[in-house]
């Protein structure tokens, strides 16, 4: 079941309802946001009306209660508990006279009882008898809320009665003709037909944006795969760079190690130099003493041959 409400010429709400739970959907510039869960045990009976600014709305949950809340604080201005033996039927909200009018069913051994309250007040309209009466079956109730009256045309089986009603004049039963009720049907009929275009309208939108949303949340989930793959490869080349600079630092250490070593050979091999070059001195110095000795040893020589 959906209901949809005109709150600002470019906002519209559309409350929907099934076994999963009672939604909202909110609808800016002919595009519904995603929806909102009002309650998750909505059993039946969705109903709503606008109300100084404010979309109330009424329905009965698993637990056979009747419930009235406000959209705007989410408050429950009313509730009525079900027993073991009395439950509650098709409530209605309506609108008139500045006031908020809840209508319902009350079942009791398998019998229907009208019953009217006006919310936010403790005076309450006096019903005539003929609409405090039992019902045997379920009766069918239809509200027609004009500036002047309040009309009701409650119609069980076979029979229909209509009522008006103001608080100055209380109920006056009206004529039961067809083609006076035709003429009172007309404008709801009408605005009936308006409503349910509209909403036909919205729930093709609504299907529209659902199915944007589902290709959008599919190029979600193919982006979302394609992040986890590419942050996977990011990963794994993020060990791989780990290993790497492990490596560079390994070989790194192994260059500083050359290095020293290098500089040792270096200061080795330059040391020896120097030993060799010392002992080159020392070898020249010696032969230029064993050469003067040898002079010497010719000199003496040629001496001692000269004597002789």
């Known amino acids: 079941m959906e209901l949809l409400y005109f709150l600002e010429p470019n906002k519209k709400l559309l409350l929907s ?9 909110t609808m800016y510039n002919e595009r519904f946001l995603r929806p909102a869960l009002l309650c998750s045990n909505y059993e039946s009976g969705l109903c709503g009306a606008l109300y100084n600014g404010s979309l109330y709305y009424s329905y009965i949950n698993k637990e056979h209660s009747l419930l009235i809340r406000c959209l705007r604080d989410s408050s429950l201005p009313f509730r009525l508990d079900s027993t073991s033996t009395v439950t ?7 609108v008139f006279n500045n006031s908020l009018f809840l209508f319902y069913f009350e079942t009791e051994n398998n019998t229907y009882q009208f019953k009217m309250r006006q919310l936010f007040t403790e005076t309450q309209p006096h019903l005539p ?5 039992s019902f045997s079956e379920l009766p069918i109730l239809h509200i027609l809320a004009t500036k002047q009256f309040l009309y009701l045309l409650l119609t069980a089986g076979q029979t229909s009665v209509l009522f008006r009603y103001h608080p100055d ?19 709801w009929e009408s605005e009936k037909k308006e409503l349910e275009q509209s909403l036909i309208q919205a729930v093709q939108l609504s299907g529209q944006q659902q ?4 290709e959008k949340e599919q190029k979600l989930q193919a982006t979302e795969t394609i992040l986890s793959g590419l942050s996977s490869e990011l990963k794994q080349t993020k060990n791989e760079l780990s290993e790497k600079n492990d490596t560079l630092q390994h070989i790194q250490l192994r260059l500083t190690e050359c290095e020293q070593s290098r500089q040792q050979a270096t200061h080795a091999l330059e040391h020896t130099q120097q ?25 003496w020589y040629g001496k001692f041959t000269d004597r002789h």
Request: hydrophobic share 40%; net charge positive.
């Open 275 to 299: 030993l060799l070059n010392r002992a080159k001195t020392q070898y020249n110095e010696l032969m230029q003493v064993a050469e003067q000795y040898r002079l010497e040893a010719q000199k």
């Open 169 to 187: 004049s209380s109920f006056r039963q009206l004529s039961s003709e067809e083609e006076y009720l035709a003429k009172l049907r007309l404008p």
């Open 211 to 214: 199915s944007l949303l589902t």
């Open 17 to 25: 309802a099934s076994q999963a739970g009672l939604y909202l959907h």
């Open 88 to 94: 509650y039927r098709e409530p209605q909200l309506a």
């Open 129 to 133: 008898r003929i609409l405090e009466a």
